[in-house]
Every structure is written in structure tokens, then in C-alpha cells.
């Protein structure tokens, strides 16, 4: 079925702890760009399940294709995940052609989570 957002009236900044996760999960991918696109993400839409999972608009350079096939799990060079699992919460940052399009937080259909921090 895929995910179904709620869209926002017009863009937000990202809350602190949004911000602290795409940090850490930058920080484990060890990938410049990435770094520089989640220090500019804006929040487009919410999940419609009601999980913390968010949909993002990003700025920056592109992470390259052969960047993001190395950092897949299939090696595909147009999306790669990355993730860490905090207790319960499946904490991950989607990258689409290069670019962070959601930071997903997921324990389940309809479970509010609080952000974990994963420093």
C-alpha cells in the first residue's frame, strides 16, 4: 500500500530531535553530503498512520550514485537506507537519487514514538 502523508500548508523547520537524528544517522553513513542535506531539511508532510515519521525537502549536493549504491543493502544506485535500530523504533533516513527525502521512525502501524537519541 506504501505510506500516506499528510501534507503540510507550507514547509517547517525541522524540530530539534529531527534534526539530532539526521545528524547521527549522517554521522554513521560518513557521507559529506548527506550531513549538508539534513542540516537544511524541512518537513513537507506528516505520516497518516500517526507514526513520527516524516517527509523532508532538502538542500545540497547530491549524493553521488555511486555513494548511494554503496551505501544499499541491494546495491542500487537510486535509494539506499539508513538505519539503526533504537530500542523498539526503527530509525531511518531514506535517500532517493541522492537525495534525503524522509526520516522514517517506525514501531509499528499508528504506534506514536518519541525520538530516540542515537548520538
Known amino acids: 500500500m506504501g505510506t500516506q502523508w499528510?501534507?503540510?500548508?507550507?514547509?517547517?523547520?525541522?524540530?530539534p530531535a529531527e534534526r539530532a537524528v539526521l545528524?547521527?544517522?549522517?554521522?554513521?553513513?560518513?557521507?559529506?553530503?548527506?550531513?549538508?542535506?539534513?542540516?537544511?531539511a524541512r518537513v513537507t508532510a506528516?505520516?497518516?498512520?500517526?507514526?513520527?515519521?516524516?517527509?523532508?525537502?532538502?538542500?545540497?549536493?547530491a549524493i553521488p550514485r555511486?555513494?548511494?549504491?554503496?551505501?544499499?543493502?541491494?546495491?542500487?544506485?537510486?535509494?539506499?537506507a539508513v538505519q539503526v535500530r533504537a530500542?523498539?523504533?526503527d530509525v531511518v533516513a531514506h535517500v532517493v537519487h541522492g537525495m534525503l527525502v524522509e526520516?522514517?521512525?517506525f514501531a509499528g502501524e499508528g504506534v506514536k514514538?518519541?525520538?530516540p537519541n542515537i548520538g
Open 87 to 89: 530500542g523498539a523504533v
Open 6 to 15: 499528510k501534507e503540510l500548508p507550507a514547509p517547517r523547520a525541522a524540530t
Open 103 to 105: 526520516l522514517e521512525l
Open 23 to 40: 545528524r547521527a544517522l549522517a554521522r554513521r553513513a560518513g557521507v559529506e553530503p548527506l550531513a549538508a542535506q539534513a542540516a537544511t
Open 66 to 80: 555511486e555513494t548511494v549504491k554503496a551505501l544499499s543493502d541491494g546495491g542500487r544506485g537510486d535509494h539506499c
Open 46 to 61: 506528516l505520516c497518516a498512520c500517526g507514526c513520527a515519521s516524516v517527509r523532508l525537502a532538502c538542500e545540497g549536493p
Open 113 to 115: 514514538v518519541e525520538i
